[in-house]
């Protein structure tokens, strides 16, 4: 009988062999197009969020360029008070880290900025937002 076993077994050991190989190649791809996917999902997160983030800093840069142009043809164009705080977002902006996305602070700084910008609008008693790029439609996107 022992014999007998022995022989089933090795007539067995091939298809599992075979079964474990087939098992082992499809993680390997499956693992591979995994990474490749997913490399590729988080670039285009990354592009997306960064083109947001660009967009959002523009939005304030702009902001402080319409006011910086208002002192510059009116030194009395807003209170001193006013006037430090355009300072301080002007320098807030500028020490945003961009090509340091991995930068810790970065969260904090973009807090600081908004922030800033609230108390700006409210000294100027204006309500003015970022409320970020507007969503074009099927129809604008035909018409390009």
């Not at 043809?73 to 945003?96: C, H, M, P, W």
């Not at 810790?104 to 100027?124: G, H, N, P």
């Amino acid at each position: 009988m022992d014999q007998q076993a022995k022989i089933d077994a090795d007539f067995l050991e091939p298809t599992v062999l075979l079964d474990e190989t087939h098992y082992q190649e499809g993680y390997r791809n499956g693992y591979n197009d995994g990474l490749a996917s997913g490399k590729e999902e988080g670039r285009q997160v990354g592009l997306k969020i960064g083109f947001q983030v660009g967009e959002e800093l523009g939005f304030f840069q702009g902001c402080l360029d319409v006011w910086t142009s208002a002192i510059l043809i009116d030194q009395n164009a807003f209170t001193a008070r006013v006037r430090k705080n355009i300072e301080q977002l002007t320098a807030l902006v500028g020490s945003y880290p961009l090509s340091d996305p991995e930068n810790e602070q970065i969260q904090d700084v973009m807090e600081k900025i908004k922030l800033k910008f609230r108390v700006i609008t409210a000294s100027l008693g204006v309500k003015l937002e970022y409320e970020g790029h507007p969503k074009s439609s099927k129809q604008d996107a035909e018409d390009l």
